[in-house]
Every structure is written in C-alpha cells, then in structure tokens.
C-alpha cells in the first residue's frame, strides 16, 4: 500500500527583509512615476496632441470648414464675374441654396413619377396575366386613366 504524498511546510529561502526592501523601492518608483507624470500634464504649457504635433478632430473640422467657406466664395467670385461679362445680374450664396433645393425638387419629383409609372406598369402585367388567364380582354395603360382619372399613372409633369 502506498503512503499519501503530505508536503511538508519548509523555510523560506527568501530573506524577508530584502523582499520587503525590494518592494519598497518599485512600490516607491511606481509612485514617483505617476506623480512625474500629472505634474508634467498639470504644469507643462499646451496639450498633450501638441506635444506630439497632432490636432484634435476639432481643429481639423474646423480648419476644412474655413477651406469650404474660402471654396466657396472664391467659385462664387468666378461664378459672378461669368454672369457680368454675359451681362447678367450677380448671383449669392442664398440664390445659389434656392437654385440646388429648386433643382433637387424637380428631380424627386421626376423619379416619384418615374417610380409611379413602373408601379403602375407592374401592376398592369400582374392584372392582364390574371385577366388572360380567365379569357378576358387585357386592360391598357389609357383605360387605367379614364377610370382613376389619371392621378400618379398621368406620365410625365407638364413642364418636364
């Protein structure tokens, strides 16, 4: 029968004195480390970016702004100076806003009805399959018209 393994307490082969000592000093460094480095973040002029010569996202926003705002005008400069040499009257920056939200109108306008139509269309071949499937005649895009009166399935605006 074999004897159960007991492990027996032995002395420590460390020094106390000299493991306390030890910790002592790193314990005492880690301290002097930390405190180092909040009085160079307290007291040292500038931030922490600077030091190592980036900006903040800010700065950059801001910086790209000032650069659209001088685009801007300076294509709005040259936009005018066009416009006079044609003899036409100077353009600003509100009638420009006026021009794009005019024009981004008319184009949601023009897929709207786009969109309307090919809606409509889709709706006419899934009515025709059915009417053909009964042996009926196949409605057309003008009798939908008549009888709704137009509405979205009118085509194309007037003026476009």
């Known amino acids: 029968m074999r004897r159960p393994l007991v492990l027996e307490p032995k002395e420590p082969k460390v020094h106390s004195r000299a493991v306390s000592a030890f910790a002592l000093v790193i314990l005492g460094s880690v301290a002097a480390l930390i405190l180092w480095v909040w009085l160079l973040g307290r007291y040292f002029p500038g931030?922490?970016?600077?030091?190592?010569g980036m900006r903040s996202a800010r700065e950059i926003t801001e910086d790209r702004e000032a650069l659209d705002a001088e685009d801007l005008s300076q294509m709005l400069a040259a936009h005018n100076e066009r416009r006079r040499r044609r003899g036409k009257p100077d353009m600003t920056v509100g009638d420009i806003?006026?021009?794009?939200?005019?024009?981004f109108n008319d184009v949601r306008r023009r897929r709207d009805t786009y969109l309307a139509d090919r809606e409509l269309d889709q709706l006419l071949d899934a009515t025709n399959a059915r009417r053909r499937a009964?042996?009926?005649?196949?409605?057309?895009?003008?009798?939908?018209?008549?009888?709704f009166g137009g509405g979205a399935a009118a085509g194309p605006p007037a003026g476009g």
């Open 47 to 52: 931030t922490g970016l600077e030091q190592l």
């Open 97 to 103: 806003e006026l021009q794009v939200t005019q024009d």
């Open 134 to 147: 009964r042996g009926l005649p196949e409605r057309t895009r003008e009798e939908v018209k008549r009888e």
